[in-house]
């Protein structure tokens, strides 16, 4: 996709993200949540959540924010993004089964086709959630709210581009 595409796309996204949530939807006014946490931190306080054993403290809350580094989709049902701040890096599983629990079906539906569709590497978001593991034994905040702070309009370079061809 050209980059020209990619800023057109991504301005005709957030357009529907604010007919569906409202102005304020992007670029919010910003309070820090009480409870935020570093990466660092997630990782220093659940690095020994053991797998399969307790692998989800679903009655911890947490909240993470930062740039989301990596998307990748498992069906239309199961998101993994990669959020990284200042700190390091963590993994969030997004999944309709972990939305808020007492919406709607359709509602929890809803929210999981935004954090889909809009979502996009190098946006930065805020995900509240619960940590654990995941059946391979990634810790990761299961989401069970993102929301956008800032969108990312243009494409973000690949890795591979950022590379020093002198030292390589």
Request: glycine share 8%; with cysteine.
């Amino acid at each position: 996709m050209s980059e020209e595409a990619f800023i057109a796309r991504r301005h005709a996204d957030l357009a529907q993200l604010r007919a569906a949530q409202g102005a304020q939807a992007v670029y919010p006014t910003y309070v820090s949540p009480v409870g935020a946490m570093r990466v660092a931190d997630v990782r220093g306080r659940y690095e020994a959540l053991v797998p399969n054993k307790d692998d989800k403290l679903r009655d911890v809350r947490l909240t993470v924010q930062g740039r989301l580094v990596k998307k990748r989709e498992a069906g239309s049902k199961l998101v993994f993004y990669g959020v990284r701040d200042g700190t390091g890096e963590l993994q969030v599983l997004v999944s309709a089964s972990n939305l808020e629990a007492g919406q709607e079906k359709t509602a929890a539906e809803r929210e999981m086709e935004v954090a889909r569709r809009l979502f996009h590497r190098g946006d930065i978001a805020e995900v509240e959630g619960f940590p654990g593991r995941t059946a391979t034994g990634e810790l990761s905040v299961f989401a069970t709210r993102m929301r956008m702070l800032a969108p990312c309009i243009h494409p973000l370079p690949l890795d591979e581009s950022l590379k020093d061809p002198v030292k390589t």
